[in-house]
C-alpha cells in the first residue's frame, strides 16, 4: 500500500471542458509528479446512470484509492449497453477524479480539493456534441435534466474550492493549477509548482520622462477591471507646505513615487477577501481560501522573490498593490463586525510603472513571460503619448492635472447634474452623545483616546468615479493619494498619512497624524490657525498618545533598542489642512514573518485609540455599524519584501448596485476624543475633515 494520495476532483456539467482540464492538468502535474487520472464516464452505467454511477464510484475507486490502495471497478459498455470489464486505477501521488458527480456530497469527505469548472449553456452543448457525436445527442436532455437534479440537491459549486470558467482557449489548466497553488491542503503536494513563484526574473526599462500619470494610466488601464494608482500627487502639485522655509517638507518627500499597474497579463491576479474567505482569481480561476487574511498574506509575500533593478530608487518591484478594510480588525484582536464591502481588495501585478518625481522618469517593470516584450512596447508607447499630454495641462484630452493652489475650484458634479445629498450615520446631537460616552469610558479608566468616527453616505443615479477622482486629486493633491478600482466598487483617497512601511532592508516606520486645523484663504488667518495647533496642548497630547501605541506597535517584531521617534508633533500643511505628525522608526529583527509584523500594527493607531484593543470594542458599540475601507490601510506589498501603506482616511468610495441600480457613496469621517475634548470643537473638526471631499462633489455637511 501505498502512502495516501492527494485526490483532485474536476466536477461540472456536460460539455464544460472537465476531461480537457483534467488531462492537461494531469500532463502539467507529470512534470514533478505521479498522477493518476479517473473519468467517471467509464463508470456511469447507461444514460439513466448518473445517481448510480456516483455511487459505484465512490465505493469502488475513490474509498480504496483515499486509502493508497489499487481500485479495482467495473467499467460500462457504452456500445452494448451492459457492465463492461473489469479495470483497476492505481493509487499515485496526486489522484485526479474528473466527471459529473465527481464532487458529490458521498465523495467530498474523501477529497483534497474539488475544481468546479462552468462555462455557457449554449457552449456547453455544442462542445459535448462536437467531442461524441451523434450519439449524444438523443441523451442530451436526459442527461441535463438528471445533473439538475443532482444540482438541486446537493449545490456542488458552493463547495468547490476552485471554480474555473473555462472559455476552452487553452488557459483553464495553467489558471486552474495556480489557483490550487493557494489552497493550504495542497501546499506540501505541490511544493515544485510554489517554487516558481520565486524563481521569478525582473525586466525593466528607464525613460527619462514626464508624463502626465492621468493619461497614462487611462491609456493604459481605462478598460481594467481592476487596476491600481497609487497616486503621489502633493509633489506635482507644488504643495508642499514645509515647516521650514525652503526644505523641502516630508510630505514631499513622502510623494515621489507614483505606482500604476491592473491584473493583466501572465502572472495577474486579484484577491477579494470577506469575513475569513480570501478570494484569488488567476486568469478564468477562481480559488477559494479559508482562515484568516493575514496568514494568507504570510504564504504569497514577505520572502525576496526578485530584486530591483541597479540604480532603481523605489521600493516597489511588483507584487501586490490594493487595500485592507478596518473590519480585518477581527485578526488581531479587534471583533468580528461585516461589512458591505469586501475586508481587503488586492490585485497582483506581473507588470506596471514606476513614476519618480524627483528624477522626472519612468521605469517599465515586468516579469519575465512570454508576453512582457508586447507589454513593455505597449507601455513606451503610451509613456511617449502621455508626455505630450502633460504639454497640454487641461486640453482637449479631458485630463485634469492637479492644482497648486487650493483656491482652484474643482468640482466632480454626478452625471445626471445633482450634487449628492449626503445623510450621516449620526446627527449632530448624536455624535456629541457618543463624544460624552467616550469620555465616561476614558474617566472609567477603560481607554485613554478613543478616535471616534461616523459615516456619511449618498445614493445618486450616476457618478463617474474616474472624474471625480481627478477633480479630488486636483482640490487636495496629498502624498498617498490613490484611485482603486475593482469592478464595481472604487476607492478614491487623498490620505495624507502613512500608516506603516517595512523598507526591503528591514527599516519599518510610522507617521500618524493626530490633530487638524483648516486652512484659510487669508494668509494672516491661515497662519494663526497653524499656530493654534503648533501650541495646543489636548492636540499635541492626543499625538503623543498614538505614538506610544505605535512604538510598542512596532517593537513586536522590532530588534531590541531601535525603536526611536524622530519627529514629534510637527506640523504639515496640506490643500485644505493643517496637520499634527509625528516619526516612528524601527529595524525589523531578521527572520521576523513580514505579514504579522503588519498585523501587529493593524489596524492604524490613529484610527483608534489607546490602548488599541479595549478601546477597538469600545467603539464598536459607540459607533453601531461597520467602517469598511475607511481606516483600514491603502499601498503594496512588493516582491522584495518591501510594503509602504497609507491610513484610508479622506477617502471616497464608490459602490455599484444600490437600490433601484443607484450609485452608492461612502466616506468616513472621526477625531480622538480625550478626556479634555470639547464636543462642539470635535463636531467642526470632523467637519472640517469632510470637506475636501464633499466640495469637490459640490455637497455639503449634512445637517
Known sequence: MTPAPVIIAIDGRSGAGKTTLAIELAATLRNHHKVSLFHLEDIYPGWDGLSAGIERYVTTVLAPLSRGKAATWVSWDWKNHNDGYPRVTLPAEIVIVE??????????????????????????????????????????????????????AD?????????????????????????????????????????????????SERIEASPDPAALFRALYGTSDNAVWLDSSLRSAGTAGAAVPGRESPAAERSRFSILADDGGTFGQSVLHSSGITRVTA???TAH??????RWLETVWGRRAVRGPEDYPCDFALGWLGYLGYELKRETGGQDVPADTPDAGLIFA?????????????????????????????????????VASALVAGGSNGVVLPAADAAVPATAVPAHGTAPAFAG??????????IAEAQHQIAEGNSYEVCLTTTLAAEVPALDPWAAYLALRRRNPAPFASYLRFGGLTVASTSPERFLRIASDGGMRAEPIKGTRRRAADPG???????DLATSLKDRAENIMIVDL???????????????????????????????????????????????????CFPAGSMTGAPKISTMAILDRLEEGPRGVYSGAIGYFSLNGATDLAVAIRTLVVQDGGEGGKVRLSLGVGGAITADSVAQDEYEEIRTKAFGVLSTLGSTFPD
Open 99 to 152: 466527471g459529473v458527480g465527481a464532487a458529490a456530497a458521498a465523495a467530498r469527505p474523501l477529497l483534497d480539493a474539488v475544481i468546479w469548472a462552468d462555462a455557457p449553456d449554449g457552449e456547453r452543448r455544442t462542445r459535448a456534441l462536437a467531442r461524441d457525436g451523434e450519439t449524444y445527442a438523443p441523451f442530451w436532455d436526459q442527461w441535463a435534466r438528471q445533473e439538475s437534479e443532482l444540482l438541486a
Open 155 to 203: 449545490d456542488i459549486p458552493q463547495h468547490a474550492h476552485v471554480r474555473v470558467l473555462n472559455r476552452a482557449d487553452g488557459t483553464a489548466p495553467a489558471d486552474a493549477l495556480q489557483a490550487l497553488t493557494y489552497l493550504p491542503a495542497l501546499t506540501t503536494a505541490l511544493v515544485p509548482e510554489l517554487s516558481s513563484r520565486r524563481g521569478l526574473r525582473l525586466l
Open 283 to 285: 486568469g478564468c480561476a
Open 289 to 294: 481560501v479559508s482562515g484568516p487574511f493575514f
Open 350 to 386: 506581473g507588470r506596471g510603472l514606476v513614476l519618480d518625481h524627483t528624477d522626472n522618469t519612468v521605469w517599465l517593470l515586468a516579469l519575465d513571460a512570454p508576453d512582457a516584450a508586447g507589454w513593455l512596447a505597449q507601455a513606451r508607447e503610451a509613456v511617449t503619448d502621455a
Open 425 to 434: 450615520r449620526d446627527s449632530e446631537a448624536s455624535y456629541k452623545r457618543k
Open 525 to 531: 488667518t491661515d497662519a494663526a490657525l497653524r499656530r
Open 550 to 600: 505605535l512604538r510598542n506597535d512596532l517593537s513586536h517584531f522590532a530588534e531590541p533598542g531601535s525603536v526611536t521617534v524622530s519627529r514629534l508633533c510637527e506640523i504639515e500643511s496640506y490643500a485644505t489642512v493643517h496637520q499634527l505628525v509625528s516619526t516612528i522608526d524601527a529595524v525589523l529583527l531578521p527572520g521576523s514573518p513580514r505579514a504579522e509584523a503588519v498585523a501587529a
